[in-house]
C-alpha cells in the first residue's frame, strides 16, 4: 500500500486539475480528472499527444461503469467479473457528460479497473472525496516513445510536467492492456495485451473479431509507437550471428534485444537477454528497450521472437516500435 499522505495529496492535485502520475499493472499511468477537460487537456500537452487520440479512463469497479458509459451490454459485465480489477480496457458507448478531449470526439469511451493497489486506493479515494471517480491515463512517457514501467521512467520522461508520481515499485505485467471493443455489440480485439483472445473466449464464448476500418480509435494503435531514440532492426535468429559480425567489422556499435544465449565471441556492446516466453518477455520488454536506448550504440538489433498467437501483444508491440524507431 501507499503512504496515506500521499494519496491524499494525489487526490488534491488531482481535483484542482493537476498531473499525477500512477502506478498500474501495466505501466505508469499520467493522470487527471477524466471529468475535468481543462486538467485532461494537460496530459496531450505533456506528452505532445494528438488531440484526436483517445484516453483510456480508470474507474474504481464496475459499479462505476454507468457513470462513463451507456447501453453497457451484459458481456463487459461477464469480462469485468473475471478480469477487473485488471490489464483489459472495455470500450463501450459514451454516456453524456464524458468530455470530448477524453473520447478523441468519438462516441465511445475507453474504461478499465487497473490491477495494482496503489491505483486503486488512489481511485477509491479521488471518488470518497468528492471527484469523479474516473483518471484518465495514457502511458506517461512523450507521445510514442518507450511506455514507463517505473517511477523513475517517469521522472525522467516528464520532469516537472508531472505534480507527483506516486512509487508503487516496477510494473508486473509491462505492456499495455487489452483493448476490447464492444461498442457494436460482439468483441473486437483492438489491442492484444496480457489477457488474450484465448482467455476472453473462454470466459464469454466468443472469439474477439479482427478489427474493421469502422472501428473506433484506441491508445497505442498508431502503426508508430513503443519507439526508442535509436534505430531499430528485427533479425532473425539463425542470421543474428553473421549481422552481428557484419555489424562489427562496418565499426557500428550494436545493442542487443535477445532471448537466446550471446555468441561466444564478438559480444555486441550492449546485450540484453530476454525471457524465452511471452509474458516474462513482455515484463521486461520496455525497460530493456529504455536501456539500450541509452546505452550510446548506433543500431538496436532484435532477435526476432516466435510468430505463435502466444506471442501475439510483445509482436504488436515491437512493430510499433521499429515503425518508430530513430524517428
Known amino acids: 500500500m501507499s503512504d496515506p499522505a500521499e494519496i491524499a495529496r494525489a487526490v488534491e492535485l488531482l481535483k484542482a486539475g493537476e498531473l499525477v502520475g500512477i502506478p498500474t499493472e501495466t505501466v505508469y499511468g499520467l493522470g487527471a480528472d477524466a471529468a475535468n477537460p481543462l486538467a485532461v487537456a494537460k496530459i496531450f500537452a505533456a506528452k ?62 475507453g474504461l478499465r479497473v487497473p490491477g495494482h493497489p496503489v491505483a486503486l486506493e488512489l481511485l477509491r479515494a479521488f471518488a470518497a472525496a468528492g471527484g469523479s471517480g474516473g483518471i484518465a491515463a495514457p502511458s506517461a512517457n512523450r507521445f510514442g516513445r518507450i511506455s514507463p514501467t517505473t517511477a523513475a521512467h517517469v521522472r525522467e520522461e516528464l ?9 508503487g515499485g516496477p510494473c508486473v505485467v509491462g505492456i499495455e492492456s487489452t483493448i476490447i471493443d464492444l461498442s457494436s455489440g460482439r468483441p473486437v480485439l483492438l489491442r492484444p495485451g496480457h489477457i488474450t483472445p484465448a482467455a476472453i473466449e473462454a470466459v464469454c464464448g466468443l472469439r474477439p473479431e479482427a478489427p474493421t476500418a469502422a472501428a473506433p480509435r484506441a491508445s497505442g494503435t498508431l502503426e508508430a509507437h513503443y519507439a526508442p531514440l535509436t534505430p531499430m532492426r528485427s533479425v532473425d535468429g539463425a542470421r543474428l550471428a553473421q549481422f552481428l559480425n557484419a555489424m562489427r567489422h562496418s565499426g557500428r556499435r550494436c545493442g542487443v534485444l535477445a532471448h537466446s544465449q550471446p555468441p561466444q565471441a564478438g559480444v555486441p556492446h550492449a546485450w540484453k537477454m530476454l525471457p524465452a516466453e511471452p509474458v516474462g518477455y513482455a515484463h521486461d520488454l520496455y525497460a530493456a528497450l529504455r536501456e539500450l536506448d541509452h546505452a550510446g550504440v548506433d543500431l538496436i538489433v532484435v532477435e526476432a521472437i516466435p510468430e505463435t498467437p502466444q506471442w501475439q501483444a510483445v509482436a504488436d508491440r515491437l512493430r510499433r516500435a521499429l515503425a518508430g524507431a530513430g524517428a
Open 48 to 109: 505532445g499527444r494528438p488531440a484526436d487520440h483517445p484516453l483510456i479512463v480508470h474507474i474504481p469497479g464496475a459499479n462505476h461503469l454507468e457513470r462513463w458509459a451507456v447501453d453497457v451490454p451484459d458481456l463487459a459485465y461477464e469480462l469485468a467479473e473475471d478480469f477487473w480489477p485488471g490489464p483489459l480496457t472495455l470500450i463501450l458507448k459514451r454516456a453524456p457528460g464524458v468530455p470530448d478531449v477524453v473520447t478523441g470526439g468519438q462516441d465511445t469511451v
Open 159 to 167: 520532469g516537472d510536467a508531472v505534480a507527483l508520481v506516486l512509487d
